[in-house]
């Protein structure tokens, strides 16, 4: 692996680091009554070390807005916590897919697939991720 992050075999930078041409709707909308309780739930249950439950919280509020990468982040660590290495780089790749061009949700779902391939060993890869995607730009 060269260091340099990457979708499938593409390789991204922080320039060409959207998928999509334009920020999916949900992306930037704030979350409904719903999924904050949802969220919520998730957070006292993975205070708790209760990660499926939280998992099953998150999935939720996921069946509410699917389209939402911040959600799929949070998805993504839950299962990293849990010890689903393979679902939490699953679900990472998710959210940098849904990202689209929201600077905020872009570095969240990078970082998070950083400690997720610093988990699987990737530490070289991990920290290059990290360097990139660690200010916000703006």
């Given at each position: 692996?060269?260091g340099?992050?990457?979708?499938?075999?593409?390789?991204?930078?922080r320039?060409?680091?959207t998928?999509?041409?334009?920020?999916p709707?949900?992306?930037?909308v704030a979350?409904d009554?719903?999924?904050?309780?949802?969220?919520?739930?998730?957070?006292?249950?993975?205070?708790?070390?209760?990660?499926?439950?939280?998992?099953?919280?998150?999935?939720?509020a996921i069946?509410?807005?699917?389209?939402?990468?911040?959600?799929?982040?949070?998805l993504?660590a839950?299962?990293l916590?849990d010890?689903?290495?393979?679902?939490?780089?699953?679900?990472?790749?998710?959210?940098?897919?849904?990202?689209?061009?929201?600077?905020?949700?872009v570095q969240?779902a990078?970082?998070?697939?950083?400690?997720?391939?610093?988990?699987?060993?990737?530490?070289?890869?991990?920290?290059?991720i990290r360097?990139?995607?660690?200010?916000?730009?703006?």
């Amino acid at each position: 692996m060269s260091g340099i992050p990457s979708i499938g075999s593409t390789p991204v930078t922080r320039d060409t680091a959207t998928v999509s041409p334009t920020t999916p709707a949900e992306a930037n909308v704030a979350p409904d009554e719903a999924t904050r309780t949802l969220l919520a739930a998730a957070d006292v249950a993975t205070s708790e070390f209760r990660y499926s439950e939280a998992i099953s919280f998150i999935e939720r509020a996921i069946r509410m807005t699917p389209r939402a990468a911040a959600l799929w982040t949070r998805l993504s660590a839950a299962h990293l916590a849990d010890g689903n290495v393979a679902g939490a780089e699953q679900y990472a790749r998710k959210a940098i897919a849904l990202a689209g061009n929201d600077p905020v949700q872009v570095q969240q779902a990078w970082l998070q697939l950083a400690a997720v391939r610093a988990a699987q060993g990737h530490t070289s890869e991990a920290e290059s991720i990290r360097r990139a995607y660690r200010s916000v730009p703006g």
